[in-house]
């Protein structure tokens, strides 16, 4: 409950005026909890995640891109798979998985750390963490498919591109990523994707992967 306190002179004197303001019922129930209400006093909640793919849209998703890289490259000579880290790397490993199912071949697999090949390497604020690299076998000459859970700016994918020419001269460099949520800033884009979603630059798309984070989905957040 509110109340106003009005001080009021007549000519019988002076006297204090108390009015109780009535509010909204629920808002007044729910006053000083500290809880970000609405106008109707409801809680909202701006931050809410909405499930973009389930972990059923990103088996579909794996499958179909698998067989869009087979018939894109009329069969697997010379394809290999080099997943970015983090959950690039599972991606690429049932991407993997899926081809050897269709075609019977184990393409050659690989994992590319860009960390050190980051445009803001120099003003990041801690300590960044080296990944490895392991990628066990020539690129030179081969059709590479690099693979990422999200695209967006695109600096991770030109990074990307400069650690893979670093470590030699492949024939041609394609991109498999699962989300593209738009807002390039670098002329990047993407061969296969699982799902294009336009976003807002206040959101925020998180991709969880089983091996890393216990579940497959994607999701989507208003910046914190
Ligand atoms: O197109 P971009 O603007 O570069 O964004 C895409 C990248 O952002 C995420 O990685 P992040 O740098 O957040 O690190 P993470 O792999 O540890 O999640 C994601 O995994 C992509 O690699
Ligand atoms: O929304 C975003 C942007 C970059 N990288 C992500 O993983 N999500």
New binding site residues.
């Given amino acids: 409950m509110t109340s106003l306190l009005l001080s009021v002179t007549t000519g019988a004197g002076s006297f204090i005026l108390v009015i109780y303001l009535q509010m909204d019922k629920d808002v007044q129930e729910d006053e000083g909890k500290g809880e970000q209400k609405g106008r109707r006093g409801k809680v909202m909640e701006p931050r809410e995640k909405t499930l973009l793919m389930d972990a059923e849209g990103v088996r579909r998703a794996v499958t179909r891109i698998a067989h869009e890289m087979v018939e894109k490259n009329q069969g697997t000579a010379e394809l290999v798979l080099v997943g970015i880290r983090r959950r690039g790397v599972p991606l690429a490993e049932r991407l993997q998985r899926k081809i050897n199912e269709i075609e019977n071949v184990a393409v050659p697999l690989g994992a590319l750390d860009i960390t050190l090949y980051r445009d803001d390497l120099t003003t990041l604020a801690e300590q960044p963490v080296i990944l490895k690299t392991e990628v066990p076998f020539s690129i030179t000459g081969k059709k590479v498919v690099l693979v990422d859970?999200?695209l967006?700016t695109g600096r991770t994918v030109r990074a990307a591109l400069d650690a893979l020419m670093d470590l030699g001269r492949p024939q041609s460099i394609q991109l498999a990523v699962l989300l593209d949520?738009g807002h390039r800033e670098l002329p990047i884009r993407a061969d296969y994707v699982g799902k294009n979603v336009p976003t807002s630059k206040k959101?925020?798309?998180?991709?969880c992967v089983q091996e890393i984070d216990g579940q497959d989905s994607v999701t989507i957040q208003e910046r914190m």
Avoid: A, N
Wanted: aromatic residues 12%.
């Fill in positions: 859970d999200v967006y949520r959101e925020m798309v998180s991709v």
